[in-house]
C-alpha cells in the first residue's frame, strides 16, 4: 500500500499536479510535506516549460522577421528552421527544408569548411564566419557568408543559428560604413581586420592556460593571377577554401592587411611554424593561367602581455624578414628582428639630416686595366659615418634611403661630389663611375641632374659612367633618359650584372656600354669548375656584343691571376686596391697601388 502509495505520489504530479486525489492521499499516507515539495517542482517546471516556448517563439519570430536569412540547425545538422528571407536569396520555400540535412545543397568543396572541425562545440554562443556555395532552386550557385552562433548550449534556443548574406555579386558599391561595421571580408568571408583584433584580445585573456600563435600569410600573384575582371575575387576563394582545408581542428583563419591572410594557430610557435609551412607549400600548387601562387610567412606567438596590435607588428616583422630572404621562407619573429627594425627606424630618421650635418663623404675605389696596368676609372662609393653608430654601410642606409624622396637629393649630391672631385685630379683621362637608384633614375631628373653635374664640375661627359642595375632597362622612360645621356657623351654600366634577368636577347639594343660583373660569381672561383665558366662565359657574352666587362671583388693576387688567365682586363676590388678618400686620390694615391709595381716598361702608370 505504501509503494502504491509512493507511486502514485511520484506519477501524480506530473500528470495532474495539485489533484484532489493527491492532496487525500498524501493526508491519508501521512505524507504531506514531500507531496507539497513535489507540487512546487512540479509548477515551477511548468512556469519554466511556458517560459521557454515563449522565448523560443520570440527568438523564431525574431529570426523570421529578419531581412537576411536565418536558419537553425540541429544537432546533426538538420534544418528546423528558415526564415522568410530564404525564400528571397535561395528560391527556396523555408517549409521545403525543414526536417533535412543541410549538406546536399551546399557544394562539396565548401562543406569541409562549413561543418568540419570548424563547427565543433564553441564557447557559448561563439561566432564563426563561414563562407561557402549554396545551391539555389534554379541549380546556380550563391555564395552565403553565414556568421555561426553556437547556442546549442542555451537553453533557449539550443542549436546552431545561421545569420546568412549573399555575397555573390559583392564587392562593388558597397557602403564602406557598413562595410567596416562588419566583421566579415566581402569577398572571402573571412574574418576582416576588425574580428581579427577582437579574437586576439580575447584569445590573449586565455592564453596564459592554452598556448596560441599567430601567422601571416603574403600572397604574391592574385593581382595578377587572370586578365579577365573579377576573376581576382574567384582566385581568393579557391583560395580561402585551400587555406581552410590545411587548417586543424581550432585553428582560425582570417584577412589581415594588404590582403594578407592570418591564422591563429592554437599551439606554439613551432606548432605555428609547421601551419605556416605546410600553407606556404600548398599555395605553390594552386595553379592559375598566370602561374602558380606564392607565399611567404611570419609567425610569432602570443603572451598575455603582448598587446594585439604589437603581436601583428612581430609577425608583420618576422614577415618582412621572410620577404627579404625569398620567397616561400617561414621566419619566425624573435627580438634580434626587433633590434634590427628599431636601428633601421634610427638611421632613417638621422639620414634625412646627414648631409646638412656633413656626415656623408664619397670614396673612391679605382678599376684597373691589368693589360695596360693602369687605373682607368674609379668607383664613386658613397660613405657615412653616424654620430654615435659609427660607420654605416651603403648596403644598409641607400635602400632605407630609397624608400624615400631623399634618394633624389641624395643622388644629386653623389653626381656632383664625384664630378668635381675626379674632375680637380691631375689626371685628364681618369674617369668616374656614379650608382644612381632606381628611384633616382625613375624621378625623371636624372637627366638634368647629370648636365648640372657635369656643367658646374665641367668634367667632360666622356669622363663620367652611370651605374644601373639590370631591371631599370625594363623601364621604356629610363631606357629613354640613358639614351639621351649616351647621347651626350656619358657611358652606361649595368652594375651587379648577372643577378638580375641576363640574357642575350635584352642586352642587344639596350643603352648599355660596360658589364661589371657581380662579385658574387667569385665565390670559390678557385675551386668551383661551374664557377669559372660563368665568369668566361660573361666575358664571351660581353665580346660578343662589344661591351667591355669590369670584374667587381676581386679581393686576392689568386683569384686576379686566375681571371687574367681567362681573358678578363678590367678589374675592380681589394687585391688592387679598397676605396680611397677624396684626398688620396686627390693626391694621386691611385697612381701608386701596387700594380705600377709590376707593369711592363713602356707601358704608362
Ligand atoms: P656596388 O656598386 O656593386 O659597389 C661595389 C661594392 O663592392 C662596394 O661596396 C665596394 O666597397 C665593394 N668591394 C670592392 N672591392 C671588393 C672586394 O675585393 N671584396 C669585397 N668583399 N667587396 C669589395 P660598398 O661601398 O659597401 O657599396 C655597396 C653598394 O652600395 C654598392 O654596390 C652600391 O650598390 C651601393 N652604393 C654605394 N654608393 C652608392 C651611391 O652613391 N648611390 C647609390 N645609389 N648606391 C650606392
Ligand atoms: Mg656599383
Ligand atoms: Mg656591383
Given amino acids: 500500500m505504501l509503494c502504491f502509495g509512493l507511486a502514485l505520489v511520484a506519477v501524480v504530479p506530473v500528470l495532474l499536479p495539485g489533484h484532489p486525489l493527491l492532496r487525500a492521499l498524501s493526508v491519508l499516507l501521512g505524507l504531506a510535506p514531500i507531496t507539497a515539495a513535489l507540487t512546487a517542482v512540479c509548477r515551477r517546471q511548468q512556469l519554466l516549460a511556458g517560459d521557454l516556448r515563449r522565448s523560443q517563439a520570440a527568438f523564431r519570430t525574431l529570426a523570421k522577421s529578419s531581412v537576411d536569412p536565418v536558419v537553425i540547425l540541429d544537432e546533426q545538422l538538420r534544418v528546423t528552421f528558415a526564415s522568410p528571407a530564404l525564400a528571397g536569396v535561395l528560391g527556396r520555400e523555408p517549409g521545403e527544408m525543414l526536417g533535412l540535412p543541410l549538406e546536399p545543397v551546399i557544394h562539396p568543396d565548401d562543406r569541409a569548411g562549413l561543418f568540419g572541425a570548424n563547427l565543433q562545440r564553441r564557447e557559448n554562443g561563439e561566432f ?19 556568421t555561426v552562433r553556437d547556442l546549442r548550449n542555451d537553453p533557449d534556443v539550443g542549436a546552431l543559428v545561421l545569420h546568412c548574406r549573399d555575397v555573390t555579386s559583392r564587392g562593388r558599391g558597397v557602403d564602406p560604413e557598413l562595410l567596416e561595421l562588419s566583421l566579415a571580408d566581402p569577398v572571402t568571408g573571412l574574418p576582416n581586420r576588425t574580428a581579427l583584433s577582437r579574437r586576439l584580445a580575447a584569445v590573449q585573456r586565455t592564453v596564459a592556460a592554452s598556448p596560441v600563435a599567430l601567422v601571416l600569410l603574403s600572397i604574391d600573384g592574385v593581382a595578377g593571377a587572370t586578365s579577365r575582371p573579377g576573376t581576382e575575387e574567384t582566385v581568393l576563394r579557391v583560395l580561402t577554401s585551400r587555406l581552410s582545408r590545411e587548417l586543424r581542428g581550432e585553428d582560425w583563419l582570417a584577412r589581415g592587411k594588404d590582403g594578407d591572410f592570418v591564422v591563429l594557430v592554437d599551439g606554439t610557435v613551432s606548432d605555428a611554424e609547421v601551419v605556416a609551412t605546410r600553407l606556404v607549400s600548398t599555395l605553390g600548387y594552386i595553379a592559375t593561367p598566370a602561374g602558380p601562387l606564392t607565399a611567404t ?17 612581430r609577425a608583420d616583422l618576422a614577415l618582412s624578414s621572410a620577404c627579404s ?26 639620414l634625412a639630416g646627414a648631409l646638412e650635418r656633413g656626415e656623408l663623404r664619397l670614396a673612391f675605389q679605382p678599376v684597373v686595366d691589368v693589360v695596360l696596368h693602369r687605373t682607368v676609372s674609379v668607383e664613386a662609393l658613397l660613405r657615412w659615418r653616424h654620430p654615435e653608430l659609427g660607420d654605416v654601410s651603403p648596403q644598409e642606409f641607400v635602400p632605407l634611403a630609397e624608400e624615400s624622396p631623399l634618394i633624389t637629393e641624395l643622388g644629386r649630391w653623389v653626381l656632383r661630389e664625384a664630378c668635381s672631385t ?37 668634367l667632360p661627359a666622356s669622363r663620367l659612367i652611370v651605374e644601373i642595375t639590370e631591371s631599370m632597362l625594363l623601364d621604356e622612360h629610363v631606357a629613354a633618359d640613358l639614351e639621351t645621356l649616351r647621347g651626350l657623351g656619358v657611358r652606361i654600366a649595368v652594375d651587379d650584372f648577372g643577378t638580375g634577368w641576363s640574357s642575350l636577347a635584352y642586352l642587344v639594343g639596350m643603352p648599355v656600354d660596360l658589364l661589371k660583373m657581380d662579385q658574387h660569381f667569385l665565390a670559390h672561383v678557385e675551386t668551383d669548375p661551374q664557377r669559372r665558366a660563368l665568369c668566361r662565359a660573361i666575358l664571351q657574352l660581353g665580346t660578343t656584343l662589344n661591351l667591355p666587362v669590369i670584374v667587381e671583388g676581386v679581393a686576392t693576387p689568386a683569384v686576379l691571376a686566375l681571371l687574367r688567365d681567362m681573358g678578363h682586363r678590367f678589374v675592380q676590388g681589394y687585391a688592387f686596391s679598397r676605396p680611397l678618400e677624396a684626398e688620396q686620390l686627390a693626391a694621386g694615391v691611385w697612381r701608386t697601388v701596387p700594380y705600377v709595381a709590376s707593369a711592363p716598361p713602356g707601358v704608362p702608370a
Fill in 128 to 146: 564563426a564566419v563561414r563562407t561557402a556555395r549554396v545551391r539555389a532552386a534554379d541549380g546556380q550557385w550563391r555564395l552565403m557568408q553565414a
Fill in 297 to 313: 610567412a611570419g609567425v610569432t606567438g602570443l603572451a598575455a602581455d603582448i598587446d594585439p596590435g604589437e603581436a601583428l607588428r
Fill in 325 to 350: 630572404a625569398g620567397v616561400g621562407s617561414v621566419h619566425r619573429y624573435d627580438d634580434a628582428l626587433r633590434n634590427a627594425q628599431d636601428r633601421r627606424s634610427t638611421l632613417a630618421v638621422d
Fill in 422 to 458: 675626379v674632375a680637380r685630379t691631375t689626371d685628364d683621362e681618369l674617369s668616374v663611375a656614379v650608382n644612381v637608384s632606381a628611384r633616382q633614375v625613375r624621378s625623371g631628373q636624372l637627366v638634368s641632374d647629370v648636365v648640372a653635374a657635369l656643367e658646374s664640375s665641367a
